[in-house]
């Protein structure tokens, strides 16, 4: 009963601490890449006026609404600047999801079993040397007690980093590169962007105002 107690009470503090560190570092990693330009791209007056625009998880194109996977393409065949982005971004999340779910592994799999069984062989090896009447051996002297300590401890600790490791680096990385990949149409906008708005504006034909001679003498014509 008393060892059923001990491992439930160890396993609640490890998902608490974890639950805790997941908050936290989501929460300062939201507060960096809004506060900072580490995770941004610098806002221009074009992207103001650019043709790619995004409301919720739809993207505008001119008023023309794409989903996520119709944009990547569109960034693909028009702006190899903005499409190079968010492949990079992606990469960054998907190697932050590998380093979660590998840590997370080694964590749950590895490292809670080892330190159950280290646990569990330490209660055996006390019931053994308790039968042997402790003859002038100390439990941390016996042997079989002290490679279950070891066992036990071991496991514990690489529960420990490895479920530290995971939400240290894999948690960033995969808010990052998950936000950072959905603003694809932001670097659109400051390289690609400007450049179809000046296009636009080259080719309208601008307003002139003309002097012309006639028969019937000088006059003015608004060419537009």
Known sequence: MFHSKKIMAMKRIFLFLMALCVFGVAQAQVGLMRSSGV??????????????????????????????????????????????????????????????????????????????????????????????????????????????????????????????????VGVPMIIAGNIQKKNAHKVYNTWCGYKELEENQAQATPMELKLISGSDGLGLALSF
């Open 39 to 168: 995770y941004s791209v610098q806002k221009t007056k074009s992207q103001d006026l650019g043709p790619l625009t995004k409301n919720g998880n739809i993207y505008y194109y001119h008023g023309t609404p794409m989903k996520q996977a119709d944009m990547v393409r569109f960034l693909n065949e028009n702006c190899a600047e903005a499409y190079n982005y968010y492949r990079k971004q992606h990469k960054i999340e998907m190697a932050g999801w590998g380093i979660f779910a590998s840590f997370t592994a080694i964590s749950f799999v590895v490292g809670i079993p080892m330190g159950v069984v280290g646990d569990n062989n330490k209660i055996k090896a006390r019931e053994e040397w308790n039968k042997k009447g402790k003859s002038g051996i100390d439990i941390y002297d016996y042997p079989e007690y002290v490679t279950a300590h070891s066992v036990n401890r071991a496991g514990i600790a690489l529960s420990i980093v490895g479920a530290s490791i995971a939400v240290a």
